[in-house]
DNA sequence: CTGTTAGCGCGTTCAT
DNA sequence: ATGAACGCGCTAACAG
């Protein structure tokens, strides 16, 4: 009744009164004909020993695992990775593939590359940064048939997905040049922040040069005080900027919560965006202007372009939609 | 130079004019006593031919892999549970573990395990709900060391992480009760959050009949419109509750808007307690008092006591500490 | 047609 | 320091 150990195929055929290699022919579905009867027998005998066929074995045997492997970032997270992560495994799921977290300590480019290439996975989903092209080299020796990289800008060594987390911030400086703003401020949070930070601050003096338009950095924290000098000089209509753009929606929400202590008005007095589509933003007043990515489309047209990268296709099409940031515009801005 | 394929240990071999048993020696730094001149030339041949052992190969030699599979919940996820895993991936990382995430369509119970079981994973983190001894057993006889469960009630076949979603809302509303607060109100709202409001709800209800305190239910979503008719009701001071406890911050900041919108004060007129410790809690004013877990510290607590478990030991005793709700009491309550 | 034999894939480990 | 066998599933070739 009960195996003493871990059943393997030889368990279930020596049950079944079969060889193994008839057991693998029933339980895999192949071509090969086999009676009715003995089909049964075989499927009773697994079922009955809670027979598992062990992953180790197959993929040792197919040369590759059906593992998606997604080398973590090394520091603080992105916003919405999260998220990104949850959905992104569902999607796999769907697919038959399972998505293997590698948080390497040690690792970057060929260091990395080589504890990646142990796994033997089907795909490798990982940032420009360390998708250097010759890790990205040794991964394909190693058989890894899928190298997928995220970031720009995109090495042409590679399939890459074009997601540019500092997208939001030009949009959202369009945005406000397009309402005709041309004195732009712009927080810039430090610590945990700081990276992403500059990043959508860079964006947004970009967009704004081609108007012409100036734009203010403020260094900020998240806290009001932090915001203080800055809204003080504003309630000066001399020094007041048209629009601020807020980094993220925490810090518009925060801001806009200075500013109406201060007697200015959100927006006559100045428009604010921010990014990230949280849902407070659209529920206190006034609501606020927003971009954000559709997390949930991206992590579908990423694991869709992953599966058929393994097809030996091009990337789902869909990517290049998933990728563009979105524009909600509410009464902030 | 370069190999055609993904060089084996056979391959080092070769190059290194030894066999592969002294590859594999080498390698992994057994005992086994081997010449410096020989650890050297073979040392030499993997770098050179940029060889990664096959993992594959290795648990199926060894019998288990190193990875940590973690069945992912099919419906919505937990608040925090996506931090929760990109902290649980890098807390095992520095164990020598690699989180798999098992997005799991299809199954539940002994169906599941048959899928988790051919991974053949070191260890298994899943939920209660799914961890049914028929499949924690299956789970064992597959070879699996430790099985960890999360959730309450623990079953006591097996070891359990005893964290309870829900107990935010009981410290919640202990606070409320210690406030000397009497009549007391619970939003519950429905949709994606319907599953845990409902039990934060009877949780609060459970909590307040110690003190025969009573509990208003206030159905609604994140909407303003949603529970303005019970903010509309509360403005008459004898259908007033003394305080609210509100789900999460969201619903919270909401509601405090909700309420100052219909000039009522918080805390003053009407307490408010959120739970998730959301930064902007700590910013809007007044500030929320609000109960949360910590995250970091429960990814880190599960990470170890899986590593102990492995090892043959017993739960990580700060298990214990990881899993209670705390309070930060704030303006408004 | 139906089922079996044999050997591969790759790293580890015991006995020589 | 090495030959040989092992762990487990898959599949090409082969025998009734």
Redesign the pocket.
């Known amino acids: 009744m009960s195996a003493v150990s ?1 059943p ?3 368990d279930v055929a020596r049950r079944a009164g ?5 057991v ?2 029933v ?2 579905g ?1 071509d ?4 009715e ?2 089909r049964q027998r075989v499927l009773a005998a697994a079922r009955d020993l809670h027979y598992a ?2 992953a180790s ?2 993929a ?4 590759r695992s059906n593992i998606v492997l997604l080398p973590m970032p090394r520091s603080g997270s992105l916003p919405g990775q999260d998220v990104f992560l949850a959905h992104l495994g569902r999607e796999l799921a769907g697919m038959g593939l399972d998505l293997l977290l590698h948080g390497d300590h040690t690792a970057s480019g060929v260091e990395g590359a080589r504890m990646w290439a142990e796994l033997r996975p089907a795909a490798v989903f990982l940032d420009t940064s360390r998708g250097t092209q010759p890790a990205v080299a040794l991964l394909r020796q190693a058989g890894v048939q899928a190298v997928l990289l995220s970031g720009v800008p995109a090495g042409p060594y590679a399939p890459s997905v074009p997601i540019d987390p500092s997208a939001v911030a030009r949009v959202a400086t369009r945005h406000l040049l397009s309402q005709g703003h041309r004195r732009l401020s712009c927080l810039v949070p430090g610590g945990e922040w700081a990276a992403l930070a500059e990043r959508r601050f860079e964006a947004v003096v970009e967009a704004a040069q081609i108007e012409n338009a100036l734009v203010e950095r403020v260094d900020c924290s998240l806290a009001v005080s932090s915001i203080a000098p800055a809204v003080a000089r504003w309630r000066n209509p001399a020094h007041r900027p048209d629009a601020v753009y807020a980094y993220n929606d925490e810090f518009a929400l925060m801001l806009i919560y200075a500013l109406r202590e201060a007697g200015l008005d959100v927006p006559r007095d100045i428009a604010v965006v921010g990014s990230g589509n949280q849902p407070l933003g659209a529920i206190l007043r006034p609501t606020l202007t927003t971009t954000h990515f559709l997390v949930p489309d991206l992590a579908h047209a990423v694991a869709s372009s992953l599966r058929r990268l393994l097809d030996g296709r091009e990337l789902d099409p869909a990517l290049a939609a998933a990728v563009q940031p979105r524009l909600i515009v509410r009464e902030s801005a």
């Open positions: 871990r393997t195929s030889t079969v060889s193994r290699a008839t693998s022919h339980l895999n192949t090969h004909p086999i009676s009867a003995t066929p062990n074995a197959r040792l045997r197919a040369g």
